[in-house]
Every structure is written in structure tokens, then in C-alpha cells.
């Protein structure tokens, strides 16, 4: 008998048929033996409404009244799963994060979890009920309800799994597995049966929706075994069959990697992205702490930044931000930045978008960079920005290119191939 988290996403319970065929797979592993834990995600599009309501009240929502709201969806999800559990014949019972006492910061819309409180729980899957816990959500150290910001639910499943010392935790979502990159863009993209935590977490971070980045964290940090699936399979498919399906975060490299050649595991990508141009600032030391602090003060991420080479003195700044970040941010840069450090101005571009390479095969072979360079020089796709890391090379260019670059870069590094 194993201990097994399972997380379903928004559209794994977009309809009351889905949350149906949640219960069935549910019921299977089960019957299989195994303890089961249920993360759930709210319905699909229903967390978007939600907040569609709250900005019809506020144009900028006070982030503790809109996780109020927010985190409202989980909760008819949770309730549906239990009540179609229970439909079938199962033992079943939900619990808001709160309920739980999934205990986060108090950085509403963005909490991070300190830790859980996993005694409940251990006694009603002793009793043999199934638990389902709302994703997405905890409580801070005042009993407020706070949310882990989009794709939160992840980051809830996975860590429960860590609290309970999980024997796995399955991520059920509408697609079968990590692709090589994005099937819609590219239909030759392979599922791969395993990646490496270092690789997900790169991929995870430059743009792969399929899980999100601080879920990895928390199951590399807390080695926890984790599985992406699809829940669009058949509910009854074997389990046999299903617990070697999708594809397994590992955390060694796959031995059967040809480890004479270069790999690449995937093309990574984000549309969402804003580029920020701190023009003729002093090039002298702290100026980079002066224009990033109060951006990060705000809680605003930054992801790739570029220092020019000083002439005369002065130099620019660039780096780049989520796209829905980017009017906030600028205008932490021009109210309180630009008039201390004496800039020439602050310009922002919405229409950027970044592409990235992720392989472990980066450390042992050269010409990955020029390889990648000269693919898109071919296409004429012009480079604004470039990050690497030991595994991954990412590059800014005009969201425009976006769909080209992608697609030449999978085929230049050979990810169609079997």
C-alpha cells in the first residue's frame, strides 16, 4: 500500500461529468489499496471570473479582499469531489487550505506556505477516507485566508505530498506529460517519459505551463517523486498501466540518454513578458540595488537583466518583468527611482517574448549557443537579450517571432526525433 497525492487541475473538473470521472479514478486507486489525498483546482475559467468580478468593483482589486474571493472556486470543487466520491460508494471528506492549516505569509495573491499541519489529515485516511483538500489556498498567522497565486494548486499538492512523505504525487492535467515543447506549435513534439528536476524547474521558469515553478521547488527541495498525467485518459485504465504512464520528474539523469551527443530536453517559452529600460543612469557601484530594490520591495519578479557597457559615465539598464507587472513597475521607476538617481528616462515594451533552450547536456557539449544563434539569424529573428545558465540559454526577441523560433530551434536540435 502506498500513500499517493493526486492533483487535478481546472479542466480536469471543468464539468460535473469531469468531477465524476475524477471520482472513478479516484475510487480505482483506492480499491487498488492505496491512501489517496485529492488536491483540486477550481472549475475551469471560474477563478478568472471571480477576479472579473472583483475588478468590476475595483480597477485594482485590495489584494486580501480579492483572495477572499478568489479562493472561493476550490471550495465548490472540493465539496463536488467528496459528494461524488461518496456517490459511488467511497468514504470521502474536503477541507478547505484553512481547515487544514496550511499556514502561509501574509502576501495576499502571492503566499508562500511555512508549513502544514498534517494530523487531520493522517486521521481520516487511518479511518479509510478519501481527503480532498482545496488547492490554491492557506491561512496566515491572523486566520486570514490567503492564496498562492496562479497555478497555486501545484504548489499545494506538492506540498502535502513533502508534509506526508508521499509515495507520489500525480499532477492530472489536460495534457499527457512533458512535451519536448508546445504540440500546438509544434505537432511533432515528443512526450518524454522522464526529466530531471533541474530541467523542469528551467523549463518550469522560462514559460512550460505544465506545472508551475514553485511546485518544483518544493519537490525537489523535499525529494518528492513526481508524475504529470493526463486526466482525459479512461478513469478505469489499469493501474498497473496508469502509475507508469505520463512522464516522471526524476532526480537523476535518464541512463538512457545517449550521453555522447548533445541534449536538449525541450524549447521552453513565455509570452507574457514586459521589457524595462532604465536609460543613462551613473555607471557607478549601487546604481543596479537603486533601480531594482524598490522593484523588488513591491514583490515583483525579475527575470533577465543586461547591464550595457558604461561610456561617458552613464549607462543602461534593461531587464525584464511579467507583463501584468509592467504599468506597477514602471511606475515604482518613475515616481520614486528615476528622480534619485537622476535617469534620462524610463521606457517599457510589452511586446516582447522569451525563448529558451533546457537540456543537462549543456555541461558536457559546446556550440549549443552559436548553434542557437545562428538558427535564428537564419530566420532573421534579431536577439534583444541573453541569459544562461549551466543548463539553459534564454533570449528575448519580438513576440512576434515568437511561433518561428520555436519551431526552428526544435527541429535544429533534433527534439522531433524519436
Known amino acids: 500500500m502506498a500513500l499517493i497525492v493526486q492533483k487535478y487541475g481546472g479542466t480536469s473538473v471543468g464539468s460535473v461529468e469531469r468531477i ?11 480499491a487498488a489499496g492505496h491512501d489517496v489525498v485529492v488536491v483540486v483546482s477550481a472549475m475551469s475559467g471560474e477563478t478568472n471570473r471571480l477576479i472579473g468580478l472583483a475588478k468590476d468593483i475595483q480597477a485594482q482589486p485590495d489584494p486580501r479582499e480579492l483572495d477572499q474571493i478568489a479562493a472561493t472556486g476550490e471550495q465548490v470543487t472540493i465539496g463536488l469531489t467528496a459528494m461524488a466520491l461518496q456517490a459511488i460508494g467511497v468514504p470521502a471528506v474536503s477541507y478547505t487550505g484553512g481547515q487544514v492549516r496550511i499556514l502561509t505569509d501574509s502576501a ?11 494530523d487531520k489529515i493522517r486521521a481520516d485516511l487511518n479511518a479509510g477516507r478519501v481527503v480532498i483538500v482545496a488547492g490554491f489556498q492557506g491561512v496566515d498567522e491572523h486566520g486570514t485566508l490567503t492564496t498562492l497565486g496562479r497555478g497555486g494548486s501545484d504548489t499545494t499538492g506538492v506540498a502535502l505530498a513533502a508534509a506526508l512523505k508521499a509515495d507520489e504525487c500525480q499532477i492530472y492535467t489536460d495534457v499527457d506529460g512533458v512535451y ?22 528551467e523549463m518550469a521558469s522560462l514559460g512550460s505551463k505544465v506545472l508551475q515553478i514553485r511546485s518544483v521547488e518544493f ?44 541534449v536538449i530536453s525541450g524549447v521552453a517559452f513565455a509570452r507574457d513578458e514586459a521589457k524595462i529600460t532604465v536609460h543613462d543612469v551613473p555607471d557607478r557601484p549601487g546604481i543596479a540595488y537603486a533601480i531594482l530594490g524598490p522593484i523588488a ?18 549607462t543602461d539598464l534593461s531587464f525584464t518583468v511579467a507583463r501584468g507587472d509592467l504599468s506597477k513597475a514602471l511606475k515604482i521607476l518613475k515616481d520614486q ?15 516582447i517574448a522569451k525563448v529558451s533552450l533546457v537540456g543537462l547536456g549543456m555541461r558536457s557539449h559546446v556550440g549549443i549557443a552559436s548553434q542557437m544563434f545562428r538558427t535564428l539569424a537564419e530566420e532573421g529573428i534579431n536577439i534583444q537579450m541573453i541569459t544562461t545558465s549551466e543548463i539553459k540559454i534564454s533570449v528575448v526577441m519580438d513576440e512576434k517571432y515568437l511561433e518561428l523560433a520555436v519551431r526552428v530551434l526544435h527541429k535544429a536540435f533534433g527534439l522531433d526525433q524519436a
Open 297 to 314: 520591495d513591491a514583490n515583483i519578479d525579475v527575470d533577465v537583466i543586461v547591464q550595457n557597457v558604461g561610456h561617458d559615465g552613464m
Open 20 to 30: 465524476k470521472n475524477v471520482a472513478q479514478r479516484v475510487a480505482k486507486w483506492k
Open 108 to 118: 495576499y495573491t502571492k503566499a508562500r506556505i511555512i508549513s502544514i499541519d498534517e
Open 180 to 201: 519536448t515543447t508546445d504540440p500546438r506549435i509544434v505537432p511533432s513534439a515528443r512526450r518524454l517519459k522522464t526529466i530531471t528536476f533541474e530541467e523542469m524547474l
Open 219 to 262: 519537490a525537489g527541495k523535499y525529494k518528492v517523486r513526481l508524475r504529470v498525467l493526463s486526466s482525459l485518459t479512461d478513469p478505469l485504465l489499469p493501474v498497473a498501466q496508469e502509475s507508469v504512464s505520463g512522464t516522471l520528474i526524476t532526480f537523476e539523469e535518464d541512463p538512457n540518454m545517449a550521453m555522447e551527443q548533445a
Open 337 to 351: 527611482v528615476q528622480p534619485h538617481i537622476k535617469c534620462r528616462e524610463v521606457t517599457g515594451d510589452d511586446h
